[in-house]
């Protein structure tokens, strides 16, 4: 087999998934005080949700979780891995063009089942305007998931990776001239993200030529091929449907607060950064080396590269999470406060951001277990796991949002999120020790408990002597950079003096195959 270089392909993808958070963190910020929380913002945000929720639907969840598996089994073994990405390229798009059409057409019913809240003011025609515009974008996004699929497949990180980069620079770009024009920034915005979509399909499409998989779409054809790709793709479709529907409660429950759709969007924001960074970017590279080393029934080998992709996703997560929770109020203070943001909104953006770091640790571990069930073609069980999430988002979101609010909504995501969890780990027991974390991997997670949780204590502290500083608009930079800086070093330092990690041993990782 041709390994993967694990370690290696975790840094590749958290790399430019950390450059394109970063990146999306000034859109953010950009957007929010140019915009601001509101009618426009809350209409923007829910429209732009739509092709997110159908790409994650058709490409990026299902598809991916049944292509990836099947790409990276051919490709190994040489059967003709380049016929069966054409023929998956031209079935891919042949569906979400009709699916595209069809949005188009009934973009009001759309809005209506999944904003029902905005019925009746300005923001629903609002939504559905900026829907229209902003829909195309999933076909080039569902197109430009399956090469990179193809490119992780083939240990090709890099492109993949990059890609999404190019949609962050083109909306930064687009409100900056807007600005500078002195013409309407959300006109510009919404008109800017198809063809961030397009370049993004151009960059993925010319690295797979570069990579010798030249793939071009044809007329779709019904083979057995199709056939088993379908076969697997619909239960991962079910269960990416499900959880799109969970994010869909939380959007219905806070469609019912002014500005709490705002408010939960740049919340996941700011909790998507360590998310993306780490648990996208172990899910991306675990998935092919899984695949393939069952295929060559190499149980030892599946079981170390679980072990590690767990570990070093903790290691960083774990810590993230206690920091979301423990000092939301400036992080969301430096980074969003200003221009048609308030105080009052900064307040309850930390609220959501500390909920949602209740449920970080879930949402990554998730990304290291499902590759367990894709990687054996079995994308069934996460399908019955993820209805049993889905029940429990429901009652919680709509059920305490009477008592508590729109922030039911985020709590609701963070208890499905660990339920989530649960049933998938439950479920891998019946694989045997290849789906079991190994001795070193137990060893090692409590002592990455304890050192973050010691480091939550360090920030506590520095941010009460910090508290002017982060108040003061001329300061507050450098007190976040400060504090900042004392996480992220008593967290390393702690880590390496209770042994939950080697620094050292990180280092040797990145110079051999793991």
């Not at 079910?238 to 469609?255: E, P, R, T, Y």
């Not at 990304?367 to 079995?378: C, I, M, T």
Request: charged letters at 15%.
């Amino acid at each position: 087999m041709k390994p993967i270089r694990l370690v290696s392909g975790f840094l590749t993808v958290g790399f430019w998934t950390l450059a394109s958070r970063i990146l999306g963190f000034l859109r953010e910020i950009m957007l929010l005080a140019l915009i601001g929380p509101g009618p426009v913002m809350d209409a923007f945000v829910a429209a732009f949700r739509l092709p997110n929720m159908f790409r994650r639907f058709f490409a990026e969840g299902a598809f991916n979780a049944a292509f990836v598996p099947m790409f990276a089994k051919r490709y190994e073994a040489g059967e003709d891995p380049q016929a069966f990405a054409r023929e998956a390229l031209s079935g891919l798009a042949f569906i979400v063009l009709i699916l595209t059409a069809l949005a188009m057409i009934f973009m009001p019913a759309l809005v209506w089942a999944t904003a029902e809240g905005f019925a009746g003011d300005e923001r629903f025609d609002l939504t559905v305007g900026f829907g229209r515009i902003v829909f195309p974008y999933i076909l080039f996004m569902s197109l430009s998931a399956l090469f990179s699929g193809v490119l992780n497949a083939t240990g090709r990180f890099a492109v993949a990776a990059a890609a999404p980069v190019l949609l962050n620079i083109f909306v930064i770009c687009a409100m900056a001239i807007a600005v500078w024009l002195g013409q309407t920034v959300i006109v510009w915005l919404v008109w800017t993200i198809p063809f961030a979509g397009l370049a993004q399909l151009a960059l993925v499409w010319s690295a797979a030529s570069r990579a010798g998989v030249r793939i071009r779409p044809g007329r779709p054809r019904w083979t057995p091929d199709m056939k088993h790709l379908v076969v697997v793709a619909i239960p991962a479709a079910l269960s990416s449907g499900v959880m799109q529907i969970n994010l869909l409660v939380g959007q219905q429950v806070a469609s019912r607060y002014d500005a709490a759709v705002s408010w939960l969007f740049a919340a996941d924001r700011l909790y998507q950064l360590p998310l993306g960074v780490v648990g996208i970017a172990v899910g991306i590279v675990l998935l092919p080396d899984l695949s393939r080393r069952l295929r060559d029934k190499d149980s030892d080998g599946a079981r170390h590269a679980l072990s590690r992709a767990g570990e070093i996703s903790l290691a960083l997560t774990i810590p993230s999470s206690v920091a979301l929770i423990v000092i939301p109020m400036p992080l969301v203070s430096v980074l969003f406060e200003r221009g048609a943001q308030t105080s009052d909104d900064s307040a309850a953006i930390a609220l959501a951001v500390a909920v949602y770091g209740l449920g970080l640790p879930a949402f990554v571990l998730q990304k290291v277990l499902q590759p367990l069930y894709f990687a054996r073609e079995d994308t069934r069980t996460p399908f019955r796991y993820a209805l049993w999430a889905m029940m429990i988002n429901a009652v919680v979101a709509i059920g305490l949002h009477i008592y508590i609010g729109w922030i039911a909504a985020a709590l609701a995501t963070t208890l499905a999120g660990w339920v989530m969890v649960w049933l998938l780990a439950r479920g891998a027991r019946a694989m045997g020790d290849v789906a079991r974390f190994d001795d070193r991997f137990r060893r090692r997670i409590w002592r990455i408990t304890l050192a973050a949780v010691l480091m939550g204590a360090v920030l506590w502290g520095v941010n009460l002597l910090l508290g002017p500083m982060i108040s003061a608009p001329g300061w507050r930079y450098l007190a976040l950079l400060i504090l900042i800086g004392a996480g992220i070093t008593s967290y390393f330092g702690l880590g390496q003096l209770l042994g939950a990690f080697s620094l050292r041993e990180f280092r040797d990782n990145l110079r051999r195959k793991v």
